[in-house]
């Protein structure tokens, strides 16, 4: 089940001193419904004839490097955040601060090409850009719930930032978090650093990421799929832009429903690894050729591996 957060007070705003400075660069380059939630009113589409917006990234880990690089290689204007001076040094130096195919050759090609810089200064990066993407660690807490520190932390900076901004800011949250994050706790902690109000001066999103370790690059520009929640249209119509290169079938949903989905992602295919053990260790019981049963049991894409089965509803009868 997916942790529940419970901490909901605010804490005291807190500037990060930069040790690293981010030189200035020229930007040249209905479906789903909940009670709290924030909802589009019709399917947004790009406005192709607007420049594609900078974009700032919170958190140089897997997520925050490989969209870094594959968005900077389509053409997007990157700045990392993080606050390991050892990824950002990585970074602006076109190296990977991990290991994945292709990740290196495109971030070299980014910092060639002037498309890619990095610092630990958020609020620098967030009055350099247009979006802001947080991809920040949410571990887990003592108590079993999702420590929302990181994401906390990243949002009042960010608010800090857009208090000094007259033009309007997309916040994207991509990290794994409970329900009701967005918009409970992000949202607000903006609100309360900047001074400034949901919609008409900032927007933002839900926007998971379905990426597998080791092809993530490969992932990126050929995705599963590509979901986004927003609390506007403007917000929505701006992330799918970004993503329109790559996918031109955005799924538009309540940003509550997509951050669901992200967890249902993960324990489905957690569920998929556990039945598919059992099933080995059944098989070697009764000395019987367990890849062999796997093989012939994927092949069944109209009822194994389909979206039959998969609806919540009334019980299902059969032999």
Not at 104 to 119: H, K, P, S
Not at 129 to 142: H, K, L, R
Not at 226 to 238: E, F, H, I, Q
Not at 261 to 288: M, P, S
Request: net charge neutral; proline share 5%.
């Amino acid at each position: 089940m997916p942790c529940t957060s419970k901490d909901r007070g605010s804490q005291k705003k807190k500037m990060t001193k930069s040790t690293n400075a981010l030189p200035v660069m020229d930007s040249s380059m209905e479906r789903g419904t909940a009670s709290n939630d924030i909802v589009p009113a019709r399917r947004p589409a790009p406005d192709r004839n607007v420049e594609k917006p900078a974009i700032s990234v919170v958190g140089l880990g897997y997520v925050g490097a490989v969209s870094m690089a594959c968005l900077s290689h389509l053409g997007f204007r990157m700045v990392g955040v993080d606050i390991a001076a050892n990824k950002v040094d990585l970074i602006n130096s076109g190296r990977s601060p991990i290991v994945e195919n292709r990740l290196e050759d495109l971030l070299g090609e980014g910092v060639e090409g002037g498309l890619i810089a990095a610092t630990d200064n958020l609020v620098t990066a967030v009055l350099q850009t247009d979006v802001t993407m947080i991809s920040v660690g949410t571990p887990t807490a003592n108590d079993g719930s999702c420590d929302l520190t990181f994401v906390r932390k990243a949002s009042q900076e960010i608010g800090q930032a857009i208090a000094m901004k007259s033009s309007y800011h997309a916040v994207v949250l991509r990290c794994s978090v409970p329900p009701g994050t967005t918009l409970d706790v992000v949202a607000p902690e903006i609100e309360k650093a900047s001074g400034k109000k949901l919609g008409p001066d900032f927007g933002v999103c839900f926007n998971p990421e379905f990426l597998r370790e080791g092809v993530a690059v490969a992932d990126f520009f050929a995705p599963p799929k590509t979901v986004v929640g927003a609390s506007d249209d403007r917000a929505a119509s701006t992330v799918s832009g970004i993503y329109e290169a790559v996918d031109k079938r955005v799924i538009f949903t309540s940003i509550a429903a997509a951050e669901m989905v992200k967890y249902v992602d993960n324990v489905w295919h957690a569920t998929k690894v556990a039945f598919g053990n059992e099933v080995g260790r059944i098989c070697k019981a009764l000395d019987i050729d367990s890849h062999d049963v796997m093989d012939i049991f994927v092949q069944d894409k109209k009822l194994n591996l389909s979206p039959y089965y998969l609806k919540p509803g009334f019980a299902f009868g059969g032999s």
